[in-house]
């Protein structure tokens, strides 16, 4: 063993190899674009159509820095994963390589943050869909919920996703690429023709800047769905595995989705707040209402070839992200299963279509319960978000770990090196900002996978609990940094925040500390 490669630490350890045979059944047929056509279907979602409205309800024209920071740390994570990637690149990597550092408690805790985010995707896109056609179909979404008639539609959408996952990637990719250049076009004649018809710059400082406090700017980052609509750049590394060749695609078509994002959504916040009829501000921007946002501005300026236009796109806009997520996740499923966590059947890959076809559908029946349970896209994304910032924070330790492994040497080793802390911390300290009452609900779900490995592995010994204890009590300092935070202690806020930096980054030093012992136990069991 020459110590150069994740993958072959703790194979036994962790009992890898019998996967073997399954991961050679995935088909080997992605190139650099069809993974940017991926990634960007992703991020060109149901968020171009709801979150510049719920941004700007809560942080007014700030949340144009919402967007910079939430963009900056996705860039940072991007970074960290193409690192990742280029040691190893598989199905499921977000899920494996916290698993390949740390063990199965810090493996399985972030393969469930993840696996939970992406169950939740396919029926926010589907709930947006719907929200948007009652625009013109009456009855399906009443009073800020979907009726039973709107879920009916919401979940026969997310059937026919499922569908066209089904009968294999090649397929998938095809549809993918073609659904992904309308995609594009459509948001880009909107954001010219407001930016060049309705702009108003007076928009920008009518009830000042920051209209609601520097805070605003980082709970619209969660709250307000810009986590989320950055959530389709994870697609790339899900499916990098399947890749010709993925330690060069994978990196290269995950910075570029990242950076073309970024873009993106800067300019869309812009063109959005600069193109507010006044009167609709009357009551600030937290008073602000648009159930089809550029939809109905469309129709407010009467330009109706523009609001058929934004209509139609908010049909295959968001098929589009939700085939990108069922795919995404049915892999997560798939490497949840090689980790030991979800049964090993979910392993199983259909030979004909190199689709593992039992998680696709075990996915699509979580997603339809998420989807009756929530019914509403602003309810779903809220705890999404949360998840997806969990979910950065055990491979921004993995690859803090895995940067030291010998002989692989890189150019961008002192960047490297500062982006994983960051990334750490920032993604800590952004979910803690969340209300203490939400965050309680979504943290208590982390019990499950903590005591289905205790219920499971009845030998689970010291190794992994030694080395993976650091994240669950990164997750109870969220939690306490969240309850301090809270309303009740308005005085304590900057005190709270600085504490959390310092203890996060304490927590960071523990976590690469742990990663390299428990590595190297694994190296002595090989």
Same mark, same amino acid.
């Given at each position: 063993?020459? *110590?150069? =490669?994740?993958?072959?630490?703790?194979?036994?350890?962790?009992?890898?190899?019998?996967?073997?045979?399954?991961?050679?059944?995935?088909?080997?047929?992605?190139?650099?674009?069809?993974?940017?056509?991926?990634? +960007?279907?992703?991020?060109? %979602?149901? %968020?171009?159509?709801?979150?510049?409205?719920?941004?700007?309800?809560?942080?007014?024209?700030?949340?144009?820095?919402?967007? @910079?920071?939430?963009?900056?740390?996705?860039?940072?994570?991007?970074?960290?994963?193409?690192?990742? #990637?280029?040691?190893?690149?598989?199905?499921?990597?977000?899920?494996?390589?916290?698993?390949?550092?740390?063990?199965?408690?810090?493996?399985?805790?972030?393969?469930?943050?993840?696996?939970?985010?992406?169950? #939740?995707?396919?029926?926010?896109?589907?709930? $947006?869909?719907?929200?948007?056609?009652?625009?013109?179909?009456?009855?399906?979404?009443?009073?800020?919920?979907?009726?039973?008639?709107?879920?009916?539609?919401?979940?026969?959408?997310?059937?026919?996703?499922?569908?066209?996952?089904?009968?294999?990637?090649?397929?998938?990719?095809?549809?993918?690429? *073609?659904?992904?250049?309308?995609?594009?076009?459509?948001?880009?004649?909107? #954001?010219?023709?407001?930016?060049?018809?309705?702009?108003?710059?007076?928009?920008?400082?009518?009830?000042?800047?920051?209209?609601? *406090?520097?805070?605003?700017?980082?709970?619209?980052?969660?709250?307000?769905?810009?986590?989320?609509?950055?959530?389709?750049? !994870? $697609?790339?590394? =899900?499916?990098? *595995?399947?890749?010709?060749?993925?330690?060069?695609?994978?990196?290269?078509?995950?910075?570029?989705?990242?950076?073309?994002?970024?873009?993106? /959504?800067?300019?869309?916040?812009?063109?959005?707040?600069?193109?507010?009829?006044?009167?609709?501000?009357?009551?600030?921007?937290?008073?602000?209402?648009?159930?089809?946002?550029?939809?109905? @501005?469309?129709?407010?300026?009467? #330009?109706?070839?523009?609001?058929?236009?934004?209509?139609?796109?908010?049909?295959?806009?968001?098929?589009?992200?939700?085939?990108?997520?069922?795919?995404?996740?049915?892999?997560?499923? /798939?490497?949840?299963?090689?980790?030991?966590?979800?049964?090993?059947?979910?392993?199983?890959?259909?030979?004909?279509?190199?689709?593992?076809? @039992?998680?696709?559908?075990?996915?699509?029946?979580?997603?339809?319960?998420?989807?009756?349970?929530?019914?509403?896209?602003?309810? +779903?994304?809220?705890?999404?978000?949360?998840?997806?910032?969990?979910?950065?924070?055990?491979?921004?330790?993995?690859?803090?770990?895995?940067?030291?492994?010998?002989?692989?040497?890189?150019?961008?080793?002192?960047?490297?090196?500062?982006? !994983?802390?960051?990334?750490?911390?920032?993604?800590?300290?952004?979910?803690? @900002?969340?209300?203490?009452?939400?965050?309680?609900?979504?943290?208590?779900?982390?019990? +499950?996978?903590?005591?289905?490995?205790?219920?499971?592995?009845?030998?689970?010994?010291?190794?992994?609990?030694?080395?993976?204890?650091?994240?669950?009590?990164?997750?109870?300092?969220?939690?306490?940094?969240?309850?301090? /935070?809270?309303?009740?202690?308005?005085?304590?806020?900057?005190?709270?925040?600085?504490?959390?930096?310092?203890?996060?980054?304490?927590?960071?030093?523990? $976590?690469?500390?742990?990663? $390299?012992?428990?590595?190297?136990?694994? =190296? !002595?069991?090989?």
């Amino acid at each position: 063993m020459d *110590g150069t =490669n994740p993958g072959n630490y703790g194979d036994k350890y962790i009992n890898e190899r019998r996967f073997v045979a399954e991961d050679r059944k995935l088909r080997k047929e992605l190139g650099i674009l069809d993974l940017f056509m991926i990634g +960007i279907t992703g991020v060109i %979602g149901s %968020g171009w159509l709801f979150a510049p409205l719920y941004a700007a309800r809560v942080a007014g024209p700030a949340s144009i820095i919402s967007w @910079i920071i939430g963009g900056i740390l996705v860039l940072l994570v991007g970074l960290t994963f193409s690192h990742l #990637m280029s040691f190893r690149s598989e199905a499921g990597g977000m899920v494996r390589y916290p698993l390949y550092t740390h063990g199965k408690i810090a493996g399985s805790i972030t393969g469930w943050a993840l696996w939970l985010a992406y169950t #939740m995707n396919p029926p926010s896109e589907a709930s $947006a869909l719907v929200e948007y056609m009652s625009s013109y179909v009456n009855g399906i979404f009443i009073d800020g919920s979907l009726t039973s008639e709107g879920l009916a539609i919401a979940l026969g959408f997310m059937f026919l996703f499922v569908l066209v996952n089904y009968y294999g990637v090649r397929a998938f990719a095809r549809i993918i690429n *073609g659904l992904t250049a309308l995609k594009i076009v459509v948001p880009t004649i909107t #954001m010219l023709t407001l930016i060049l018809l309705t702009f108003k710059f007076h928009n920008f400082t009518a009830y000042g800047f920051v209209p609601y *406090g520097p805070s605003s700017v980082l709970v619209a980052i969660v709250s307000a769905g810009i986590i989320y609509s950055y959530l389709g750049f !994870q $697609a790339v590394i =899900n499916l990098a *595995g399947e890749a010709k060749r993925p330690t060069r695609d994978g990196p290269i078509a995950l910075i570029l989705v990242i950076v073309f994002s970024l873009i993106f /959504y800067i300019m869309l916040e812009i063109s959005f707040i600069g193109s507010i009829p006044s009167g609709l501000l009357a009551h600030g921007w937290a008073g602000l209402f648009l159930p089809s946002p550029f939809a109905d @501005i469309a129709m407010y300026f009467n #330009m109706m070839w523009l609001y058929s236009l934004i209509i139609a796109d908010s049909i295959y806009s968001p098929s589009g992200s939700s085939m990108a997520a069922i795919a995404s996740n049915s892999r997560a499923t /798939y490497a949840l299963a090689k980790d030991g966590f979800m049964p090993s059947f979910f392993v199983n890959v259909d030979s004909k279509s190199g689709i593992p076809r @039992i998680a696709l559908l075990f996915n699509f029946a979580i997603s339809a319960v998420v989807l009756l349970t929530l019914k509403n896209w602003h309810s +779903i994304i809220e705890a999404l978000g949360v998840l997806l910032l969990i979910s950065f924070i055990g491979p921004a330790a993995s690859s803090g770990v895995l940067r030291k492994v010998p002989g692989r040497d890189s150019t961008l080793k002192g960047l490297y090196g500062t982006v !994983q802390p960051v990334v750490f911390v920032l993604a800590g300290l952004i979910a803690f @900002i969340t209300p203490f009452t939400k965050i309680a609900i979504i943290i208590a779900l982390f019990l +499950i996978p903590i005591l289905l490995i205790l219920f499971k592995e009845k030998g689970l010994g010291k190794i992994d609990m030694r080395y993976g204890m650091w994240l669950p009590m990164y997750l109870i300092l969220i939690l306490a940094g969240s309850f301090v /935070y809270s309303e009740e202690f308005q005085n304590m806020k900057i005190f709270t925040m600085a504490a959390f930096v310092f203890l996060s980054a304490l927590l960071y030093i523990y $976590a690469l500390k742990s990663g $390299a012992s428990f590595m190297r136990i694994a =190296n !002595q069991k090989e």
